[in-house]
């Protein structure tokens, strides 16, 4: 897919066992957007805590075997390329920071047995001392790997055995909004760009105000009612005014947006799905 889904991504490692000692190696890789990690399933995706009442995320195991979850709070920071970076806590800002403060929420490890969903709870510290603005940190919900049976030793003929297991994860933003909050969006600079698996539709996002924006990117062709492409899940954060979008262009695609083009930003639907920004361009 095309774009990282900014409130979700896979987490994996590498467990290497020699003789008796094991050393994980741990990587990241994106989640592609999807409710669904590995045999977890989520809803909602995106959480949104603006007042002192409290919500829940449902979790389900579609897998055919009993699994078990630990659930953090991490703190991540969207880059110019809509990324978003891990931020070690020695690093965050304070009002990184503050969410951490205010957000509650339990269990925090659980155990599904298939198919039987567990809720869990989130609700917000007193937070009258914080400025008006928005507040997020991202709940990493990781499996917790079952423990596998003792190898034998390994004989000197033998050598380096290397056993790989993975391990995935899945995140969500949890945003807290006190007070006044505003934002809006422009959308500029659209033009023909590439990367490494191809030609891209590239366009800049500029935003204003203390709040984030999300919602879908709509690419049109005047007079046609029916959209060239719909794009999901695209945001903006605040720790950023600008960022860019990049839409990979199949070669079909490509062909399509030559010319005379319209480009939307939506809110997602269940927020309304109201236009927050359009620009009308012509690409040779």
């Known amino acids: 897919m095309f ?5 979700a991504r896979w987490l994996t490692a590498l467990k290497c066992v020699t003789l008796a000692l094991l ?9 592609t957007p999807a409710y669904a990690a590995g045999d977890l399933l989520i809803a909602p995706t995106r959480v949104i805590l603006d007042g ?13 075997e009993e699994a078990t979850y630990r659930i953090t709070l991490e703190l991540r920071r969207m880059n110019a390329q809509g990324r978003l970076d ?11 920071k ?33 400025a008006d603005g928005e507040y997020r940190a991202h709940m990493l919900f990781r499996a917790i790997p079952k423990a596998a049976p003792a190898a034998p030793a390994a004989s000197p003929t033998e050598g380096l055995k290397i056993q790989i297991t993975p391990i995935y994860g899945i995140s969500i933003p949890v945003i807290v909004r006190k007070g006044n909050v505003y934002a809006t969006a422009a959308l500029a600079n659209v033009r023909i760009g590439k990367d490494n698996e191809g030609p891209t539709l590239e366009f800049d996002m500029n935003r204003s105000g203390n709040r984030s924006l999300f919602g879908e990117i709509h690419v049109t062709k005047p007079g046609l009612s029916e959209p060239l492409h719909v794009s999901k899940g695209i945001a903006i954060y605040p720790e950023i005014s600008q960022r860019v979008v990049s839409i990979p262009l199949s070669p079909a695609l490509a062909a399509q947006v030559r010319g005379d083009i319209i480009i939307s930003y939506y809110e997602a639907p269940e927020a309304g799905g ?6 009308r361009t012509v690409l040779p």
């Open 3 to 7: 774009e990282l889904l900014e409130e």
């Open 23 to 31: 050393f994980p190696i741990s990587f990241v890789m994106p989640l």
């Open 52 to 64: 002192r009442r409290g919500t829940e995320v449902i979790l389900n195991n579609i897998g055919d």
């Open 86 to 96: 891990d931020v070690d806590l020695e690093k965050a800002t304070d009002q990184e």
């Open 98 to 130: 503050s969410a951490l403060d205010v957000i509650r929420y339990a269990p925090r490890r659980v155990t599904l047995p298939p198919n039987q969903p567990q809720s869990i709870r989130i609700g917000l510290q007193p937070n009258d001392g914080l």
């Open 274 to 279: 109201g236009l927050i920004s359009q620009v």
